[in-house]
């Protein structure tokens, strides 16, 4: 990390590191920031991730549409770090297929899954807090292999020195703080998340600081990145501005991956916290204009379920199988034995009135156990595209 590049930065200091380098300590949140610039796009950004909310409380259910969204962020999130994986690979490995035939990456992406799942839950009982913060690490870097970060310490802060970019910490283009101003670092940044509502600023230019902050103190020997993301629905959570965890923005930073690292390095170096917050609020708001369309794709696609079910007058049964293809769209008999609470012999009665039906179908060449595939619920999570309105309508 070149010095000169960083010592006139109003965001952070300049400091000495024990391995002979130079490094970047951030000063403590909040900046003193105009936000004049991104008023007109926070508020625009505000309403839409308000129709968000509204319509994750009007949902029937709620939890079932989530889940593949969910899945859809852990591979995104995980992509950027370099990882290779699939969207249905990861619903394969929750199904039950064997996991030597699925990439590797596809592992440490569940462990993402999981992370984000058992943070939501312990918000019940938990403050969002380094204690959090750390659990959430220990699930998603355990089990990986050595090259995956396997021996980074689940669940510990880093003792010693990191880096970002270039092979040594010499050709680093970013060093976070040495581990002897990590502690207080750290302390700042969990005060911070617990300082009163009238005290923050508005709650998605809050959400892009504590990012940034996160990702500048990068406080694991690897996984922060994911950590970070993984922060922004959770605080959503925690704060009740989303009801549930409905808005994820990996997708838009994997897309505009570049453009993400740039303007985080940017307000280290300096100082550019408006390039970065205008940047995060087009993310929230093109990633709700893209999780309302799905959304609503993925109920249209749950009524003409139901549709077909109901009008063969099917039993319940089948009617509660049908809506959990939405959490989980490749499923095996035992998985629908076990959430139906039937025989062995039931549950692949009605696996096969779906198959009739053409709602599932049988994913050829894999027995052990047999997989049945949503293949229009999976096409609406997988797609590509970003979906957005006519512009008078943001």
Same mark, same amino acid.
């Given at each position: 990390?070149?010095?000169?590049e &960083?010592?006139?930065?109003?965001?952070?200091?300049?400091?000495?590191?024990?391995?002979?380098?130079?490094? &970047?300590?951030?000063?403590?949140?909040?900046?003193?920031?105009d936000?004049?610039?991104?008023? #007109?796009?926070?508020?625009?950004?505000?309403?839409?991730?308000?129709?968000?909310?509204?319509?994750?409380?009007?949902?029937?259910?709620?939890?079932?549409?989530?889940?593949?969204?969910?899945?859809?962020?852990?591979?995104?999130s995980?992509?950027?770090?370099?990882?290779?994986?699939?969207?249905?690979?990861?619903?394969?490995?929750?199904?039950?297929?064997?996991?030597?035939?699925?990439?590797?990456?596809?592992?440490?992406?569940?462990?993402?899954?999981?992370?984000?799942e058992? /943070?939501?839950?312990?918000?019940?009982?938990?403050?969002?807090?380094?204690?959090?913060?750390?659990?959430?690490?220990?699930?998603?870097?355990q089990?990986?292999?050595?090259h995956?970060?396997?021996?980074?310490?689940?669940?510990?802060?880093?003792?010693?020195?990191?880096?970002?970019?270039?092979?040594?910490?010499?050709?680093?283009?970013?060093?976070?703080?040495?581990?002897? %101003?990590?502690? $207080?670092a750290? #302390?700042?940044? $969990?005060? +911070?998340? %617990?300082?009163?509502?009238?005290?923050?600023?508005? #709650?998605?230019?809050?959400?892009?600081?504590?990012? +940034?902050?996160?990702?500048?103190? %990068?406080?694991?020997?690897?996984?922060?990145?994911?950590?970070?993301?993984?922060?922004?629905?959770?605080?959503?959570?925690?704060?009740?501005?989303?009801?549930?965890?409905?808005?994820?923005?990996?997708p +838009?930073? !994997?897309?505009?991956?570049?453009? =993400?690292?740039?303007?985080? &390095?940017?307000?280290?170096?300096?100082?550019?916290?408006?390039?970065?917050?205008? &940047?995060?609020?087009?993310?929230?708001? $093109?990633?709700?204009?893209?999780?309302?369309?799905?959304?609503?794709?993925?109920?249209?696609?749950?009524?003409? =379920?139901?549709?077909?079910?109901?009008?063969?007058?099917? /039993?319940?049964?089948?009617?509660?199988?049908?809506d959990?293809?939405?959490?989980?769209?490749?499923?095996?008999?035992?998985?629908?034995?076990?959430?139906?609470g039937?025989? +062995?012999?039931?549950?692949?009665?009605?696996?096969?009135?779906?198959?009739?039906?053409?709602?599932?179908?049988?994913?050829?060449?894999?027995? %052990?156990?047999?997989?049945?595939?949503?293949?229009?619920?999976?096409?609406?999570?997988?797609? /590509?595209?970003?979906?957005? !309105?006519?512009?008078?309508?943001?």
């Amino acid at each position: 990390m070149r010095r000169e590049e &960083f010592e006139k930065s109003p965001s952070g200091e300049v400091v000495w590191t024990t391995d002979g380098a130079w490094a &970047f300590a951030p000063k403590p949140l909040p900046p003193n920031l105009d936000l004049t610039p991104v008023v #007109d796009l926070l508020s625009r950004t505000s309403m839409k991730l308000g129709e968000v909310a509204g319509l994750g409380r009007s949902m029937a259910f709620p939890y079932l549409l989530v889940r593949p969204l969910q899945r859809r962020e852990a591979v995104a999130s995980s992509n950027i770090e370099g990882t290779v994986t699939s969207l249905s690979d990861l619903f394969m490995l929750e199904a039950g297929a064997d996991e030597r035939e699925r990439p590797p990456d596809t592992r440490e992406v569940y462990n993402y899954v999981r992370a984000l799942e058992r /943070s939501i839950k312990r918000l019940k009982t938990l403050p969002l807090s380094l204690r959090l913060i750390r659990e959430a690490h220990g699930i998603l870097m355990q089990g990986l292999s050595k090259h995956r970060g396997g021996t980074a310490s689940p669940g510990e802060f880093r003792r010693e020195q990191n880096w970002i970019g270039g092979s040594s910490i010499s050709a680093a283009r970013f060093v976070p703080p040495p581990v002897t %101003h990590l502690s $207080e670092a750290l #302390d700042r940044f $969990e005060k +911070y998340l %617990h300082i009163p509502k009238s005290a923050r600023p508005p #709650d998605l230019v809050d959400l892009a600081f504590i990012h +940034y902050q996160f990702e500048a103190i %990068h406080p694991f020997p690897d996984g922060n990145g994911r950590v970070g993301r993984l922060l922004i629905p959770l605080i959503l959570c925690e704060r009740n501005i989303l009801p549930q965890p409905l808005l994820f923005l990996s997708p +838009y930073f !994997e897309r505009k991956r570049d453009e =993400y690292i740039d303007h985080l &390095f940017e307000v280290s170096r300096s100082g550019n916290w408006i390039g970065w917050v205008a &940047f995060f609020l087009e993310g929230v708001l $093109e990633q709700s204009v893209d999780t309302l369309i799905r959304l609503r794709k993925l109920q249209d696609v749950q009524v003409g =379920y139901r549709a077909k079910v109901e009008g063969r007058q099917r /039993s319940s049964l089948i009617l509660k199988l049908v809506d959990s293809l939405f959490g989980r769209p490749i499923i095996s008999i035992p998985m629908a034995q076990e959430q139906l609470g039937v025989t +062995y012999r039931a549950a692949q009665q009605n696996i096969d009135k779906l198959v009739k039906l053409r709602i599932l179908r049988c994913i050829p060449g894999i027995s %052990h156990p047999m997989l049945f595939r949503a293949d229009e619920i999976i096409k609406i999570v997988q797609d /590509s595209r970003v979906f957005t !309105e006519d512009t008078q309508s943001r």
